[in-house]
């Protein structure tokens, strides 16, 4: 049986792990390569490399972290963060990712979710939203009293979509997973938002990976089982508490999720 | 460890570069296990390989163009049937290995193994939870059961345990008509093949060079084969 992933998310800035709240106050985290090596021991299921910076200058330190990590852990590897065309995405998966998530640059141009995922295949193309919940959105469908909104570049501009409309309309252009972050519960440590969650991941036939807000082992059951994410991420939980990979996927095993078994013999 | 030849010399694999996907991971996993390795899409340096990896992320249609344009169907066509030189497919490199694929229209395969590949089809099938539809692509670590049968000295599974997990990333999946050809099967609302071997011949579904411990096992297993 297809098990779920737990996925520790690795923010980048400049060459460095980063992490903040609410996509906000970055304090320095630590070396990635050597994070990715801890992760790979530990037997995380996947890694998610986001760089925040993004830029066109800084483009060789992330071949670069990527590359390193592929070479000593032999794990999928999804990055994202700034790509903006097929020829970014080529160089990513040369240097040793799997899977590349995109997210303003498909807002900018749905085409491209397309267009990458011809050329690549739709299994390599994770689509990110970064969900807020906003007064100044249009109204959703998940709850009468509270509205959400995608917001673009890195959580700063919002875009007038609704979540669920565009998981629904990214799925249909070639998106082949979805990476769905609560910008609003981001580095709080208080938990997934699960409606929000729950209505993206019931919308769409491609999985959704739960992002922003774990801060205790049961957040990831909440996710999988009122959430219905296929795989949970989780930042702030790994770095900044005494929590493991080991630890998260004993408590899921116990809470009756199907969980990888690391023995091979 | 790899073991090596009597006069020393660690056995030089080839890996196929016909412009699908990433390739270096598989190499960089052969050569930590100790393997020679050359990623190539050269006639004469893949002919002096001892064995080749096929790999692939993509499309089948476009596996078989760049196959074609390179020259490299008929050209493996004989390293591997006639030359008996083993060969490993790994995920859209194993679906090659099929007459026929239909991904994204009709398209012929290299034939090596008499099989078809189809998208996921769950119509009339249950799947997992009966609350929630299985989401394709199957994305993520599934647990294999092996079937090649026999006390088989040349299995890629050899020291691994019924049940072992890999990573799998696919929307299509390969349907054999001789189930000997089957060395592995996942379940995903169905069982499906995760592996096959023909002789000289395999392929795995998932991707060892992505299954930490249990897919190094696998590759090991393969440089280590004496076919």
Known sequence: MLKIRIIPSLLLKEGRCVKGIRFTSFRDTGNPVTAARIYDAQGADELLFIDILASKENRKTLFDIVSRTAEECFMPLCVGGGIKDTDDIRKLLLAGADKISINTAAIENPKFINKAAEIFGNQCIVVSIDVKKSGAGQHSVIGSDSE???????????????????????????????????????????????????????????????????????????GIKKGHASAVSAGSIFHFTDQSIIKARTYLAEAGINVRSRELR | MVSTESNGKIKMIGIIDYGMGNLRSVAKALELLGADVTVTADLSELSTAEKLVLPGVG??????????????????????????????????????????????????????????????????????????????????????????????????????????????????????????????????????????????????????????????????NYINLKI
Not at chain 2, 113 to 136: C, E, P, T, Y
């Open chain 1, 148 to 222: 959400y909104e995608v917001f673009s570049h890195c959580g700063t501009k919002p875009t007038g979509l609704d979540p669920v409309q565009w998981a629904k309309q990214v799925v249909e252009q070639g998106a082949g997973e979805i990476l769905l972050t609560s910008i609003d519960q981001e580095g709080t440590r208080t938990g997934y938002d699960l409606d929000l969650l729950k209505a993206v991941a019931d919308a769409v036939e491609v999985p959704v990976i739960a992002s922003g807000g774990v801060g205790s082992l049961q957040d990831f059951v909440d």
């Open chain 2, 59 to 220: 499309a089948f249609g476009d596996g078989m163009k760049n196959l074609h344009s390179l020259g490299l169907v008929d050209f493996l066509g004989t390293e591997v049937l006639t030359n008996k030189k083993p060969l490993i497919g790994i995920c859209l490199g194993m679906q090659l290995l099929a007459k026929e694929g239909f991904e994204r229209g009709h398209h012929t395969g290299l034939g090596w193994i008499d099989a078809s590949v189809r998208k996921f089809d769950f119509s009339g099938h249950h799947g997992g939870n009966a609350n929630q539809v299985l989401k394709v692509p199957h994305v993520g670590w599934n647990d294999v059961k092996f079937t090649d049968g026999e006390q088989n000295l040349n299995s890629i599974f050899n020291g691994l345990k019924d049940g072992v997990s890999f990573y799998f990333v696919h929307s299509y999946h390969m349907i054999c008509q001789d189930k000997s050809d089957v060395a592995a099967i996942c379940n995903y609302g169905y069982d499906f093949t995760a592996a096959v071997h023909r002789d000289n011949i395999f392929g795995t579904q998932f991707h060892p060079e992505k299954s930490q411990d249990a897919g190094l096992k696998v590759l090991e």
